[in-house]
């Protein structure tokens, strides 16, 4: 079985910085110990990054006037992977993307039979990724582990569960 596990966007200001938040801290070592047991397996699965990634004109964009907090400013300490996972990730399967989901990572992860989503905002990034994975792969089994994510808000996080179940990914 071919698998596949993706990390969206642990990075520094989601978890320590500009929209960090005390979930996304106490997700980071799990997140840690989840890929250092992948790596030590006899068969690990090919382990995919994905890096919130916007332009020093942040605030001028769709986005920015909506959420009018700049964050992973490209090339900025904030928009790093956290140090602790940087181990994980690979640059040919780290994909920067402009916006919550990747059609790119929705069209690499096509050719896997499982695939395991971590990471945060479970109600923005996570969920809007394992959705573009569904349309992309729908007869591949996803699962979003609700223990290595983090949402906006614990309640966002839990409500993002019960959506990603309804359309059939276990969470």
Known sequence: MKTAIVVIDMQ????????GTREAAEVLPRIRDFLAENAASSSPADVFFTQDTHPENYLETQEGRRLPVPHCIRGSR???????????????R???????????????????????FTGV?????????????????????????PELCAGTTPENHENALKALRICQIDA
Do not use: M
């Not at 520094?12 to 929209?19: I, R, Y």
């Open 121 to 145: 905002c479970t109600d923005i990034c996570v969920i809007s990724n394992a959705l573009i994975a569904k349309a992309a792969a729908p007869e591949t089994a996803i699962e979003v582990k």
């Open 94 to 116: 780290t994909i920067q993307k402009p916006t919550f989901g990747s059609l790119e990572l929705g069209s690499r992860l096509k050719t896997y039979d499982r695939i395991i």
């Open 78 to 92: 904030g928009w790093d992977i956290c140090e602790e996972l940087k181990p994980f990730a690979s640059a040919d």
């Open 12 to 19: 520094n200001d989601f978890v320590t910085g500009s929209l």
